[in-house]
């Protein structure tokens, strides 16, 4: 059993995170490179006639350029919105780093996890799957919810995993988003999938 746990959490250190970290250096790599563009134009800026800049609407210009730009990379991320709503996961928001299996869009939907035979038993099971997959944590455990956060290696960005078990239904209804971004190059709908197949290997399904 344990040899297969360690196959488990070795398939999803390749699937889940190799892809995803080429994409996320290429984006900290041209942060970076914006970082010192605007860092040279306020320097060359410095070094100019400051009086004949403040008479011109040149100033402002480069000003704002500089405070959205920091604003837009060093932004605080805020938490997801997680949990439960009168039986319902949250909807995905608009951009693409988020899977859903409750009223999803076309782009965003994914469909619930089947199961057959006893709802705790399934959802122990599930918590041995999910016990596995890489930096991933449990963070809430109910009788029919459990959330986790799965954290990457470099960058420490957080996605949100949530799986709820309704009382009439033999399925899983599920929700994975990234806390900031866009794109995730389809890191969360992998994740989902696996941790699918995961489960349906350990319950013999």
Do not use: W
């Not at 999803?12 to 942060?31: G, M, N, P, T, Y």
């Not at 932004?75 to 997680?82: G, R």
């Not at 995905?92 to 988020?98: A, F, T, V």
């Not at 995993?161 to 599920?174: D, G, L, M």
């Amino acid at each position: 059993m344990l040899a297969y746990f360690d196959r488990l959490a070795i398939a999803f250190h390749r699937h889940c995170e190799v892809k995803a970290f080429a994409a996320i250096a290429r984006q900290s790599l041209i942060k970076v490179k914006i970082t010192s563009i605007v860092k040279e134009v306020f320097l060359q800026l410095m070094s100019l006639n400051m009086s004949r800049l403040l008479s011109s609407r040149f100033l402002s210009i480069i000003f704002g350029l500089i405070i959205t730009t920091t604003l837009s990379l060093y932004s605080l991320p805020a938490l997801a919105a997680t949990g439960l709503t009168n039986g319902l996961l949250a909807p995905c928001p608009s951009s693409p780093n988020c899977v859903v299996s409750q009223d999803g869009d076309a782009e965003h939907m994914v469909e619930p996890i089947s199961y057959q035979g006893d709802r705790q038993e399934v959802k122990e099971a599930l918590l041995k799957v999910l016990s596995v997959v890489p930096r991933t944590e449990v963070i809430e455990n109910s009788d029919n919810y459990i959330r986790t956060e799965s954290t990457s290696r470099i960058f420490k960005f957080v996605d949100d995993a949530e799986f709820y078990f309704p009382e009439e239904e033999s399925v899983i209804q599920v929700r994975s988003a990234s806390r900031v971004g866009e794109s995730d190059l389809g890191v969360n709908r992998r994740r989902i999938e696996q941790i699918r197949l995961a489960l349906a290997d350990l319950l013999g399904n």
